[in-house]
């Protein structure tokens, strides 16, 4: 699947985390239109549907699933197809940066990006376990793909050493996202409203960004 959109913090999560369905996508149409249709839906704002996605498509549910696997295979590279140009789009909002102030701003920028998009809140309120299933465990690619992104981004801006040596990349990478994900499904782990500025704060705080 082509997701690089031209910056390399595109291609960083595919690499490190591909599945079985991210490889067809690169070489099977059948999944590329499956998958896509899938796509359209979701940001659409409605249930991925196995059973309709075969109908649009012309085909039987048998098809469909030996095209793309299972609903959850689907639904996860969905969901990292939509988080690559929340990153993308951080990376350049944040360029006049460099070192922790850009790694604040621009995981900032991708919580901030995920609480503002509807089709993602419908999604985590219609789906919540199975939200927060995807996203926040190692049973899909995606929190591979996100810790291995943000591992890079530290790596960048940070170097080897982070803090001074106080945490290794990966390490710091991991309190990141915990961070991330606490504040953007604040609302599904303990009932508080997701926030922007508190997941702001506690990045800065934890990257020790002064100011």
């Known amino acids: 699947m082509n997701s690089t959109v031209g910056a390399p913090i595109a291609a960083v999560g595919l690499a490190a985390a591909p599945s079985l369905l991210s490889d067809r996508l690169d070489t099977r149409d059948d999944a590329m239109r499956a998958f896509e249709g899938a796509r359209e839906a979701f940001i659409e704002g409605n249930r991925i549907s196995m059973g309709e996605l075969a109908a649009d498509l012309g085909v039987d549910r048998t098809s469909l699933f030996r095209w793309v696997g299972n609903r959850d295979a689907l639904l996860s590279e969905v969901l990292w197809s939509l988080a690559v140009p929340t990153f993308v789009q951080a990376e350049h909002a944040s360029e006049h940066l460099s070192g922790a102030p850009r790694v604040a701003a621009m995981l900032t920028d991708f919580v901030d990006g995920l609480i503002n998009a509807t089709y993602f809140r419908t999604f985590l309120r219609r789906e919540p376990a199975r939200a927060l299933r995807l996203l926040t465990t ?36 991991y309190l990141l996202s915990r961070v991330s994900e606490s504040f953007s499904y604040a609302d599904l782990i303990s009932g508080d409203e997701p926030s922007v500025e508190r997941a702001g704060a506690a990045f800065r705080l934890l990257l020790r960004v002064d100011g």
Do not use: H, M, N, Y
Request: proline share 8%; no cysteine; aromatic share 6%.
């Open 138 to 173: 190692k049973e899909s690619p995606i929190q591979r793909r996100f810790l291995a992104t943000v591992e890079w981004l530290v790596r960048r801006e940070l170097g080897d050493e982070p803090l001074g040596g106080a945490i290794d990349p990966a390490g710091l990478a």
